[in-house]
Nanobody, 117 residues
Framework: QVQLVESGGGLVQAGESLRLSCAAS????????MGWYRQAPGKERELVAA???????NYANSVKGRFTISRDNAKNTLYLQMNSLKPEDTAVYYC???????????WGQGTQVTVSS
């Protein structure tokens, strides 16, 4: 079992920055890829950014050049640095982690990001 706890969300104005963190605990040796999804009201959950165990990264086109994903394996923590935030970035952001040994995906509880114009 892996537990994921996000933090760092909040209310900011357009153009400002936030850094989200996702702390993993439990059977962390079983974690392969990790990443962030977000879900805005009335919309489907969408992938924001992902990073493999080997460091391969991909981003949604809507956040390229503004968001940076990183992971500190020694601290079992995933980060999402969000710069130049826009009102359309407003959503609940969820951290996830894939299992090496099964098809299971672990999810955090989500953290709210609200960007005012």
């Amino acid at each position: 079992q892996v537990q994921l706890v996000e933090s760092g969300g909040g209310l900011v104005q357009a153009g400002e920055s936030l850094r989200l963190s996702c702390a993993a605990s439990g059977d962390t040796i079983d974690i392969s890829a990790m990443g962030w999804y977000r879900q805005a009201p009335g919309k489907e959950r969408e992938l924001v950014a992902a990073i493999s165990s080997g460091g391969y990264i991909n981003y949604a086109n809507s956040v390229k050049g503004r968001f940076t994903i990183s992971r500190d394996n020694a601290k079992n923590t995933l980060y999402l640095q969000m710069n130049s935030l826009k009102p359309e970035d407003t959503a609940v952001y969820y951290c996830y982690a894939n299992s090496y040994t099964t098809s299971r995906v672990y999810w955090g509880q989500g953290t709210q990001v609200t960007v005012s114009s």
